[in-house]
């Protein structure tokens, strides 16, 4: 994807140097957002709200009665890379797999810009925002307006809606005993992220970082057209170890996954051993560490916590069907990887379980 000219400067601005946190890392930990929501949010008497918050879904999703549904969502967050076309990119593609996490289809975004005008030129910003127009090119819509705000920190986003077949709907409590789980990108990115912002990461590895993160995950349209799947979610900032959680939650199951089969972007165990823990990944752990067993290394927690920056579908599958969806997944250039199960859930017990 080629870049538009670059911003005249004395010397290259680093974008992750302008934000405390880094992608979706700046999302809030799990146990403080149950904190902010235990209002009554999305509990409004409305029987066309077919998706809200009770089941922690990526999207809200409201049936229009004609076998159709819209799908709503918004995504934004700091730099988590300091080329700015990249960072549009990264954030554009992430706010685009919510809708995609429901099975639907992406209509229109709009544009969600904070910029500190101070400190940050506005050609800059111009970078940002051709490079989440580039990714709804991509996708096939349009980036049709927005909103933008003076802020101390720089963020961007979009606000999507998409639409959906109301049987095509794929819901975190739609999962089944038995399932098995894929997921369709690599894990890392916090990882990753945390090693750019030290200096220490290798182009190489950092370009291969930002592929797996500017990948969209359009595979989620065709899969939510399959009976075969019976939940599905993306993986971003509360990690593979959060996101699974909620999914486990919403059906009342409990999950063991193979440590040995988790994709991981190459290198960052590489990172991780020189000590690029992200500070996500910390609050992610007290958040629900308690909740997973088998977790006994370092290594072991920072990956199921590390917090993913625009991360893979989680898909649950029905196992007699597992290879087909594999496959159909791949036939659309989406590669992935079987990392366990459900099972019912068993008190007293862990959640999920490392073998």
């Not at 961007?156 to 789980?181: C, P, Y």
Request: charged residues 15%; negative net charge.
């Amino acid at each position: 994807m080629q870049h538009p000219p670059s911003v005249p400067a004395e010397e290259p601005i680093r974008l992750t140097r302008y934000s405390h946190g880094a992608g979706c890392g700046c999302k809030i930990a799990p146990a403080v957002l149950n904190e902010i929501l235990k209002s009554e949010l999305g509990t409004f008497p409305d029987p066309r709200l077919l998706v809200g918050y009770g089941t922690r879904d990526d999207a809200a999703v409201y049936d229009m009665g004609n076998g159709r549904a819209v799908i709503s969502t918004t995504d934004f967050f700091s730099p988590i890379v300091d080329d700015a076309f990249d960072f549009g990119r990264i954030a554009a593609t992430n706010a685009l797999s919510d809708v995609y996490a429901m099975g639907g289809t992406p209509l229109l975004a709009v544009a969600i810009l904070g910029w500190p005008v101070d400190k940050l030129p506005a050609p800059l910003a111009a970078q940002v925002l051709e490079g989440g127009r580039a990714v709804c090119h991509a996708a096939g819509i349009a980036l049709a307006g927005g909103h933008s705000i003076d802020a101390p920190e720089p963020f961007f986003g979009l606000a999507v809606t998409g639409e959906v077949q109301v049987s095509h709907i794929k819901r975190n409590d739609g999962a089944q005993a038995g399932d098995a789980l894929l997921l369709t990108k690599p894990i890392g990115t916090g990882i990753l992220s945390t090693a750019q912002k030290r200096g220490l990461i290798a182009s190489e590895d950092h370009r291969i970082a930002v592929d797996v993160m500017c990948s969209l995950n359009d595979a989620g349209t065709r899969s939510g057209e399959l009976a075969s799947v019976h939940a599905m979610t993306d993986v971003t900032g509360f990690g593979l170890g959060g996101h699974l959680l909620e999914l486990c939650d919403a059906a009342g199951l409990a999950a063991e996954i193979d440590f040995a089969a988790l994709p991981v972007i190459p290198r960052t165990l590489h990172y991780l051993a020189q000590g690029c823990y992200p500070d996500g990944a910390f609050r992610n752990w007290r958040s629900f560490g308690d909740r997973i067993a088998g977790a006994s290394t370092t290594e072991r927690m920072m990956l199921l916590a590390d917090p993913q920056t625009s991360g893979g579908l989680l898909l649950a599958v029905d196992p007699a069907h597992q290879q087909a969806v594999q496959d159909l997944l791949a036939g659309h250039g989406t590669r992935s990887t079987c990392i366990g199960h459900l099972r019912p859930q068993q008190v007293p017990d862990a959640v999920i379980r490392l073998i």
